[in-house]
């Protein structure tokens, strides 16, 4: 039998985030760019500590420079798809400290595999 890699899974403020899979809320799919996603995933799994500017570059464009446009561009394209109707800012930014989410964040290690696997095994043995 192979292994099954599990991947954590991040909720927060009505979003659910699964690094490899994606961003949704309600269900929907939000569609984010390679490098926003990257950089979604290190804030998410610093979970609410600031992650800085260097921190983001490394992980966001794999060590390559970037431009503090660039930086500015990527986190107004998670302020945009974490956008909540009431107004809630989730990214926030902090001069000299960097960037972090901003709301309270849970963390399941049971990604996407692990669930089907319990939601298939629940359909064929319901309790």
């Known amino acids: 039998m192979t292994?099954?890699?599990?991947r954590p899974a991040y909720e927060f403020a009505g979003f659910r985030f699964e690094p490899g899979v994606g961003l949704s809320r309600a269900g929907r799919s939000i569609r984010l760019a390679p490098t926003p996603m990257?950089?979604?995933?290190a804030l998410l799994a610093a979970q609410g500590r600031?992650?800085?500017?260097e921190a983001v570059v490394q992980v966001g464009w794999r060590g390559r420079d970037a431009s503090d446009d660039?930086?500015?561009?990527?986190?107004?394209?998670?302020?945009r798809a974490?956008?909540?109707?009431?107004g809630?800012?989730?990214?926030e930014t902090a001069y000299g400290r960097g960037f972090r989410i901003a709301v309270p964040v849970f963390r399941s290690d049971e990604g996407r595999a692990a669930s089907s696997i319990r939601k298939l095994a629940q359909a064929r043995h319901p309790a």
């Open 3 to 6: 292994a099954v890699a599990i």
């Open 38 to 41: 990257r950089v979604l995933a």
């Open 50 to 53: 600031f992650v800085g500017r």
């Open 70 to 79: 660039s930086i500015s561009r990527c986190i107004y394209v998670l302020r």
């Open 82 to 86: 974490l956008a909540c109707p009431d």
């Open 88 to 91: 809630l800012e989730i990214v």
